[in-house]
């Protein structure tokens, strides 16, 4: 069983900047493929940015590359989620997510769904 517990959400303008962090804690040594995702009112969860621990190997959604960084402390077991030029399109609230995964490309495509452990969330809001 893992626990993971999001913070850093909020409401910023457009253009703003937030970090958003993950804390997990008690069986996370397994859990090598972490995870943002996000689900804005009416539409469906969405990935966002993944990290796969060991090889450091990360991956993007098409709509935040270039904006959005994601990276992993392992020695505080925390993910974080750097989100600058925050668009309105990007308000939605967001989630961390962790399981395991035998590969990269299995960390980076796998669906919300195949993820066992989430958090509770945390609201981002962004205004125009």
């Known amino acids: 069983q893992v626990q993971l517990v999001e913070s850093g959400g909020g409401s910023v303008q457009a253009g703003g900047s937030l970090r958003l962090s993950c804390a997990a804690s008690?069986?996370?040594?397994?859990?090598?493929?972490m995870g943002w995702f996000r689900q804005a009112p009416g539409k469906e969860r969405e990935g966002v940015a993944r990290?796969?621990?060991?090889?450091?190997?990360?991956y993007y959604a098409d709509s935040v590359k270039g904006r959005f960084t994601i990276s992993r402390d392992n020695a505080k077991n925390t993910v974080y989620l750097q989100m600058n030029d925050l668009k309105p399109e990007d308000t939605a609230m967001y989630y961390c997510?962790?399981?395991?995964?035998?590969?990269?490309?299995?960390?980076?495509?796998?669906?919300?769904?195949?993820?066992?452990?989430w958090g509770q969330g945390t609201q981002v809001t962004v205004s125009s």
């Open positions: 008690g069986y996370t040594y397994s859990r090598n493929c």
């Open positions: 990290i796969k621990t060991g090889s450091g190997s990360t």
């Open positions: 997510a962790a399981d395991h995964a035998s590969s990269d490309a299995y960390c980076n495509t796998r669906p919300p769904t195949r993820f066992g452990d």
